[in-house]
C-alpha cells in the first residue's frame, strides 16, 4: 500500500474529522488515482477547492498521485491574488447566479429578496439540479457534500450555517456580494424580474385598501404577481441591512 501526506487549509477543514484537521496527515492508496478523487474521499468536493500543490508545484485534478507526495490543498481565494499560479478550478462565472437544493428554500427566498437571479424547486432531484448548475453555469448551493462531488458541477459550495439568515449571511461573504445586492428587483415566489408598473395598470388587480393608500408598485414579468410596500417591506429592508452588516463583521474578523 501507497502513501501520500495530505494538508488541507483553512475552511477546508470543516469537512474533515478532527484528528486530520489543521494538520499534515499519512492517507493510504493504492494504483495511481488523481488527485481529485483522493481529496474527495476524503471528503472534500472538487467544487470547495482552488488550488493543489504536490511537492510545491501547482497541478490540476488530472494528477496522478504517487508514493510519498506532498499534497497542499486550498479553498477559494478571496483577497489574495494567486494569479501567477495555476488554478484547478473552471474561470469564474462572470455573472453571479444560482440553483439551491430543496432543502435551502428559505435561503433561495433571501437572495432573490437581494436581487440574485436564483433558481429553486422543492422537487429538484440531484441529477437535474447537476444538470442545471453545468449547462446555465450556475452556483449550485447545498448542503448535501455528495452532491457537490458529481464531475459535472463545477461551480457549488456547501452552506454550512443552519438557520436561513445565517445562510445569507455566509453566503453574501463567501462569494463576496456585497457591491452586488440589488434589492426588491426579482419576485420571491419565481424569480422573475420585476418591473415598475403605474397603478392604473394594476388596480383591478389590488385590494381596495392598497389602491388607496399606495403608489408605488412593482409587477413580475413572469408570474403577474405584484408588490408594494406594505408593512413588510421595513422588515425585508432591516433583514437586508442586518445580513450585510453581519456579513461584512465577519470578513474583518
Known amino acids: 500500500m501507497k502513501s501520500a501526506t495530505f494538508r488541507f487549509y483553512a475552511e477546508l477543514n470543516y469537512f474533515l474529522p478532527p484528528e486530520r484537521a489543521r494538520r499534515s496527515f499519512e492517507h493510504p492508496f493504492s494504483g495511481q488515482p488523481a488527485v481529485k478523487d483522493l481529496i474527495e ?25 504517487k508514493e510519498g507526495d506532498r499534497i497542499s490543498v486550498y479553498p477559494v481565494f478571496e483577497s489574495i491574488n494567486i494569479g501567477p499560479i495555476t488554478k484547478v478550478r ?20 433571501y437572495l432573490r429578496m437581494l436581487g440574485f437571479d436564483t433558481l429553486y424547486r422543492n422537487d429538484y432531484p440531484d441529477e ?33 450555517a443552519e438557520s436561513p439568515f445565517w445562510q445569507l449571511v455566509e453566503v453574501l ?23 415598475t408598473v403605474a397603478r392604473e395598470e394594476v388596480e383591478q388587480q389590488l385590494p381596495p ?24 417591506y421595513k422588515r425585508m429592508q432591516e433583514l437586508i441591512d442586518r445580513a450585510v452588516r453581519e456579513a461584512y463583521r465577519e470578513q474583518g474578523e
Open 41 to 65: 474521499s476524503l471528503g472534500v468536493p472538487h467544487t470547495e477547492v482552488d488550488l493543489v500543490l504536490i511537492n510545491g508545484n501547482s497541478v490540476d485534478f488530472s494528477r496522478r498521485v
Open 90 to 109: 473552471p474561470e469564474p462565472l462572470r455573472r453571479v447566479q444560482f440553483v439551491l437544493d430543496t432543502h435551502l428554500g428559505r435561503l433561495a427566498a
Open 128 to 160: 437535474e439540479l447537476a444538470a442545471v448548475a453545468s449547462r446555465e453555469r450556475r452556483i449550485l448551493l447545498t448542503r448535501d457534500r455528495g452532491l457537490l462531488k458529481r464531475s459535472r458541477v463545477d461551480h457549488g459550495y456547501c452552506v454550512r
Open 173 to 195: 461573504r463567501r462569494f463576496d456580494l456585497y457591491q452586488s445586492c440589488a434589492p426588491f428587483r426579482r419576485c420571491l415566489h419565481c424569480n422573475g424580474e420585476l418591473k
Open 209 to 232: 385598501r392598497v389602491n388607496r393608500y399606495f403608489d408605488d408598485f412593482r409587477q413580475c414579468g413572469e408570474c403577474g404577481r405584484i408588490f408594494w410596500k406594505g408593512s413588510h
